[in-house]
C-alpha cells in the first residue's frame, strides 16, 4: 500500500515586538533570511526565514502593546530544538 503524498506547507507567522532581536534569535535555531532586501520606500516589518529542512517563520511587526515581553510558551519541540533553545536563554 502506498503512503498518501503530502502536499502544501505550514508557515507559521509570529508578530514581533523587535524584529531584529527575533531574528537573531531564531537563527541560532537555524532558521535564515534568504532575501535582506525591501522594496524601494517600503519598511522592513515582514520577514520570511527558513531552516532549509522544511520549516517556516515569518516575523511581522506586531501592534505595539499587543505583545508582552517574555509570554513565550513552547510545546513539542525536538530534542536538539529545544537544546538549542536553551543555550540562547543563558
Not at 6 to 14: D, E, F, K, T, Y
Not at 51 to 69: C, I, Q
Request: hydrophobic content about 30%; overall charge positive; aromatic content about 8%.
Amino acid at each position: 500500500m502506498n503512503s498518501p503524498k503530502l502536499s502544501g506547507s505550514l508557515i507559521a507567522i509570529l508578530p514581533c515586538n523587535d524584529l531584529d532581536a527575533s531574528e537573531r534569535f531564531y537563527s541560532r535555531l537555524g532558521f535564515r533570511r534568504s532575501d535582506r532586501t525591501s522594496a524601494p520606500g517600503e519598511t522592513d516589518s515582514y520577514r520570511m526565514l527558513s531552516n532549509g529542512e522544511g520549516g517556516y517563520l515569518h516575523l511581522t511587526a506586531a501592534v505595539e502593546g499587543w505583545l508582552v515581553p517574555g509570554g513565550l510558551q513552547v510545546q513539542g519541540l525536538s530534542e536538539s530544538t529545544t537544546l538549542a533553545w536553551r543555550r540562547t536563554r543563558r
